[in-house]
């Protein structure tokens, strides 16, 4: 771990300038890669590693693997907010507040959402962003 990511949490936990730390330690790893220097590559990524532990943000920690079950949990309670937002579009559609509607929809898209009006109501699938 680099000592200024250390210093930097050390510092009242500064954390705008830890992340600064991490983004120099990517972009060291990224012109290694591109000068073919694994070594350098690997030792940058484990830096990375290490200081994205520090902050819960490793994501290849088994905290955040789906075979902890946390993903079923995390999809209920994103399944439980969609809806309520569908909720509300449904309002707005029965209202014919086309614009609300559309917005909602659009929102949702963006945020990586597919929208797909059914029959029995509509329906929520991740979609490409």
Do not use: C, Y
């Amino acid at each position: 771990m680099p000592p200024a990511f250390a210093e930097a949490m050390d510092d009242d936990l500064g954390v705008p300038h830890a992340l600064a730390i991490i983004h120099t330690t990517v972009r060291q790893g990224n012109s290694a890669l591109a000068a073919d220097d694994k070594e350098e590559a690997i030792a940058r990524l484990a830096e990375v590693r290490a200081m994205l532990g520090v902050l819960g943000l490793d994501p290849l920690d088994p905290h955040w693997a789906e075979e902890s079950g946390g993903g079923e949990e995390l999809h209920g309670a994103v399944d439980t907010l969609v809806r309520l937002v569908l909720q509300q579009r449904e309002s707005a559609r029965e209202r014919k507040d086309w614009a609300t509607a559309d917005a909602i929809r659009d929102q949702l898209n963006q945020s990586g959402l597919a929208i797909e009006d059914s029959p029995d109501g509509p329906r929520w699938t991740l979609g490409n962003r």
